[in-house]
């Protein structure tokens, strides 16, 4: 049991916003509690002094929930939620079996798009990898190469901290998704930049030659198209990876939440 779960229940009760949210706030203020519970200890205090020492401190006023709810429940959300409330299920059968049967399906749908999503993955990089060629490209595909590189790099990382690594930090589980986000959008920048400046001088070269042909204008264009590829593909990569990441991300928040607010 941990020791601070009326205190998180009471709050979780009066912390009305979304999950994964909810569950993110909870966890930041359970880490709070934990760190000032441990300074109180180390000040020579006894475990229940610290306790409620550290509670004195967390244990969040009226004013304090709604200025929560109003800093973290952007009219946005409010937006999606209205949209998602119009085709859900009526209240009243929520608590059916249907509705438990329809929550569990859901979930295990979700939990389907999480691993279809990493073989696809695995798929994507394989086709992108032997489908390029890397002796007859543009300059930028190498540009692309590198950050492709770099989102490799951190999703291998984040793969460990996620699916391999069993005691999560969780103040640190969101690190690094938006890095590959990030990369993503570099990649396809970088490609759409670079196709047309492959175009600029693919038609000066074209145009300085008394005669072209159709297939030397052929070849030369491949390389643009190949660089729009491959820019393309390490950018749709990416962002498969990031919504991979972001599930496990939640579903490990909400069974820390569920752990912390046990009796």
């Known amino acids: 049991m941990n020791r601070f779960a009326p205190l998180l229940k009471r709050i979780s009760d009066r912390l009305n916003l979304p999950q994964p949210l909810k569950s993110r706030i909870l966890l930041e203020m359970a880490g709070d509690l934990e760190e000032l519970y441990m300074f109180y200890k180390e000040k020579g205090l006894s475990e229940q002094e610290a306790i409620q020492?550290?509670?004195?401190?967390?244990?969040?006023s009226d004013e304090t929930i709604r200025l929560l709810i109003q800093l973290n429940d952007t009219s946005f959300r409010r937006y999606l939620r209205s949209v998602?409330?119009?085709f859900s299920l009526p209240a009243?059968?929520?608590?059916?079996?249907f509705g438990?049967?329809?929550?569990?399906?859901?979930?295990?749908?979700?939990?389907l798009i999480e691993y279809f999503g990493l073989i696809l993955l695995i798929a994507l990089i394989f086709i992108v990898s032997f489908?390029?060629?890397?002796?007859?490209?543009?300059?930028?595909?190498?540009?692309?190469l590198f950050l492709a590189a770099a989102v490799a790099c951190t999703s291998v990382l984040k793969f460990y901290k996620l699916y391999i690594k069993k005691d999560h930090t969780i103040s640190q589980l969101q690190s690094g998704l938006p890095l590959i986000l990030?990369?993503?959008?570099l990649c396809l920048l970088t490609g759409i930049t670079g196709f047309f400046i492959e175009l600029h001088i693919i038609a000066g070269i074209l145009s300085d030659r008394n005669v072209s042909t159709y297939r030397e204008f052929l070849i030369l264009f491949?390389?643009?198209?190949?660089?729009?590829?491959?820019?393309?593909?390490?950018?749709?990569i990416s962002a498969l990876l990031w919504f991979v990441f972001t599930l496990k991300t939640i579903r490990i928040e909400q069974l820390e939440k569920t752990f912390l607010l046990s009796d």
């Open 100 to 111: 438990k049967y329809l929550r569990r399906f859901l979930k295990t749908v979700l939990q």
């Open 92 to 97: 009243q059968l929520n608590d059916t079996v």
């Open 84 to 86: 998602v409330s119009y």
């Open 182 to 185: 990030f990369l993503g959008g």
């Open 222 to 236: 491949r390389k643009c198209t190949e660089l729009a590829v491959f820019s393309i593909s390490i950018a749709g």
């Open 53 to 60: 020492k550290a509670e004195e401190k967390i244990d969040a």
């Open 131 to 144: 489908r390029t060629d890397y002796t007859n490209t543009s300059h930028f595909t190498w540009i692309v």
